[in-house]
């Protein structure tokens, strides 16, 4: 492998948090009644503040991907999250795969989402991430709405092959992509090239089911060979170990469950090893100004 250390450079790499409670994941879609969340206990809440609580305990910065229906309910969770200097970002409403809603019904979850947000937390609301990255080759009218609603990055698409999501074929870095409405900046999930394959290396249940120094060497090769920032992600459920257990298939269970006892430690070793910040500070250095109407990068790659 590669050198394993990480880089001696000042890059930033991204931290980002999905915040959406235990029973919400898609792997429990069609085993637990969306009637029944609400029945459900709810552990989002201590979760995320012990995420906050980390990230001031290593003057850390992030976003926060909230769901719509998490700030509905929490809304003073999100103005926590806004008061401590963290950006917040949309995760959409109501928890549901872009490619199994109508583009009607996603307008108006990702409008629905917007609004809420930006009443909680008192800011501007402008990026977006899909659940479960399911911006995929047959989604891509998702970004033009996206544009039109008022969002300024996307955090959607996975440049992998996966049973759930991914366009392998994208590109693996920050770019702005040119759309019939306008631009928009895309902020891929993070991967390393071993030959012709992309690889997962930051984040989620990549995270928490392969080793520890997997994750180490993929973000300190993104960063000491590429010199490009990595995006981190993970879910507030992934540090509670204690959580109640939910019926689902064998594979489903791995995927859920699998070393949720590791990964709080994990995370500190994390931001021990490797400098982060929010998702803006990163697409600014990277170039890719949120803010601006204009493209402040040329166009690599054009759907």
Not at 88 to 112: K, P
Not at 135 to 163: K, M, N, Q
Not at 181 to 206: D, F, H, K, Q
Not at 249 to 269: D, K, M
Request: with cysteine; glycine share 6%.
């Amino acid at each position: 492998m590669d050198d394993q250390r990480p880089p001696a450079g000042p890059i930033v790499n991204a931290m980002t948090i999905d915040v959406e409670d235990y029973f919400h994941v898609s792997v429990f879609d069609g085993i637990v009644p969306r009637a029944q969340w609400a029945t459900l206990e709810s552990r989002v809440c201590r979760n995320t503040d012990r995420l906050l609580q980390i990230f001031d305990e290593h003057a850390i910065k992030a976003t926060f991907f909230v769901l719509g229906l998490v700030a509905e309910r929490f809304p003073s969770l999100v103005a926590r999250i806004a008061r401590a200097g963290h950006e917040v970002a949309s995760h959409g409403y109501g928890h549901r795969l872009i490619y199994d809603q109508t583009t009607s019904a996603f307008r108006e979850d990702v409008r629905q989402a917007k609004a809420i947000l930006e009443e909680a937390a008192g800011v501007p609301v402008r990026g977006y991430r899909a659940p479960s990255y399911s911006v995929t080759p047959r989604t891509l009218w998702a970004l033009d709405i996206l544009i039109e609603e008022g969002y300024s990055y996307d955090s959607s698409i996975f440049p992998i092959r996966h049973d759930r999501y991914g366009i392998p074929l994208s590109p693996r870095r920050p770019y702005v992509l040119e759309r019939t409405r306008g631009v928009l900046v895309e902020a891929p999930a993070s991967t390393t090239r071993i030959g012709l394959v992309n690889l997962p290396i930051a984040g989620g249940g990549y995270f928490r089911i392969l080793p520890y120094g997997w994750t180490r060497w993929g973000i300190a090769r993104v960063n000491r060979v590429e010199r490009l920032p990595a995006i981190f992600y993970l879910h507030p459920w992934e540090i509670d170990p204690d959580q109640p257990r939910l019926s689902t298939s064998a594979l489903g269970r791995f995927r859920h469950y699998r070393n949720l006892h590791q990964t709080e430690a994990r995370l500190r070793r994390l931001l021990a090893d490797f400098s982060f910040g929010p998702m803006t500070s990163m697409l600014q250095s990277a170039g890719c100004h949120t803010t601006s109407p204009e493209p402040a990068l040329a166009l690599p790659y054009i759907w």
